[in-house]
């Protein structure tokens, strides 16, 4: 499981960085939410096609691992073991020259201290407590903020409408909430209102707000926040996973935006929608660091509303997909065996380890150890 989180991390980080320094200029903003979503879901899906290779069949790290070709120092011969005596009596029976001997000691294996295992051995146990206590604490977080949004729909008075070709439902609290609105979906689509936001804004005005909220109805978006959270369960300490939610989370209000201005039809009108929803806001509550990131953003989308860049000509999604595709294909068949063949190594050097300490000895049995390690799995 660790060496399919690992190959994730990696893959997901290159796809990221070819998202940002590629592609990015390059493709029209819905094209470029399907690309990031694509870059998320295929470095989980990608590492689960690439073949296994077999467990405890390549050979052994050379650090501990004596060649039988050049120990010149053997001078007795186990005539009680059952493998040599089973070669002797096959030899007997051939023509060809009993390299009976050979065959015993190369089964030999020679356990030697190793800085870089003993440090990976050491730090394994309380690496995975704190790994999977913050996985735990994510994990509370997310089902609170499910049961939160449950409660609010339970509780919530509700009035069905319909907008755009979608049905849902428009909450309005009791519960103290900022004068702001959003949506979600669970089993319904919801659309949290405050229960003064419609005194405050023209009929005009209030559609414009609901279509933006339909749009990330229809575009599933509280779903894709799901898979993000589910995903913070593993990635919380890789960088790159911030920096895809946060232009995932751009993406989103852009697309969103171009949702309700192609209803409107009127760009202007919509980005004064817009800041008259955060004049609003502002006057209601005070100004804290979440809002002045929200504000770094709205600028943007204004920006983008009042100035429309022009439409260059831009690849498909689907062709940007199957070149990140390739990318992640020819880096997980390069890195998956190198970590599958490290993470034997290192179960077989903690055996031989355990053993050296258990009875001070430095040659073992190969057999015995695949053995042994087999019986583990």
């Known amino acids: 499981m660790a060496n399919y989180i690992l190959i994730s991390c990696l893959l997901s980080t290159i796809g990221g960085l070819a998202y940002f320094g590629l592609l990015r200029q390059r493709l029209q903003v819905l094209q470029a939410k399907y690309v ?7 470095s989980w899906m990608i590492p689960l096609l690439v073949p296994s290779i077999p467990n405890y069949t390549s050979a052994l790290e050379k650090q501990y691992l004596f060649d039988y070709r ?7 011969v186990d005539l009680e073991d059952d493998k040599l005596l089973a070669c002797y009596e096959q030899a007997d ?57 449950s409660y609010l729909v339970a509780t919530s008075p509700r009035e069905q409408r319909h907008l755009a070709g979608t049905t849902f439902y428009i909450l309005r609290p009791q519960q103290k909430i900022p004068l702001a609105i959003s949506s979600f979906s669970l089993i319904q689509h919801y659309v949290i209102a405050h229960p003064s936001l419609e005194k405050r804004f023209s009929e005009e005005e209030m559609e414009a707000i ?21 995903l913070k ?10 920096w895809i939610k946060k232009e995932l989370n751009h993406l989103n209000e852009y697309v969103a935006d171009d949702f309700a201005v192609q209803h409107i039809g009127d760009s202007k009108f919509y980005a004064q929608t817009l800041l008259k929803a955060k004049e609003q806001q ?12 929200a504000q770094s953003l709205l600028k943007q989308r204004i920006v983008r509303l009042v100035k429309p860049t022009p439409q260059h000509h831009k ?26 063949e490290q993470d034997i190594a290192i179960k077989q050097y903690e055996v031989l380890q355990e053993k050296n300490s258990a009875t001070g000895q430095y040659e073992f049995c190969q057999s015995c150890i695949a053995e042994e390690l087999k019986k583990q799995e």
Request: contains cysteine.
């Open 233 to 242: 369960l593993v990635w919380w300490m890789l960088p790159m996973y911030y």
């Open 93 to 149: 029976n051939s023509k060809e020259q009993c390299n009976c001997e050979i065959q015993q000691q190369s089964d030999v294996l020679y356990y030697q201290s190793n800085a870089y295992y003993n440090f990976i051995i050491t730090c394994k146990t309380p690496v995975c407590c704190f790994f999977v206590l913050i996985m735990g604490l994510l994990l509370v977080d997310l089902m609170l903020k499910l049961t939160c949004l």
């Open 36 to 42: 990031l979503l694509g870059i998320v879901v295929l």
């Open 210 to 230: 609901l279509l933006h909220e339909v749009a990330h109805l229809q575009q599933r978006d509280t779903w894709q926040q799901l898979l993000l959270h589910t």
């Open 282 to 293: 502002i006057q209601h509550q005070q100004l804290n660091l979440v809002m002045y990131f």
């Open 70 to 76: 050049e120990y010149n120092q053997w001078n007795v």
């Open 315 to 340: 690849p498909y999604w689907a062709g940007a997909m199957l070149f990140i595709g390739v990318i992640f294909w020819s880096t997980s068949l390069i890195a998956m065996p190198i970590l599958q």
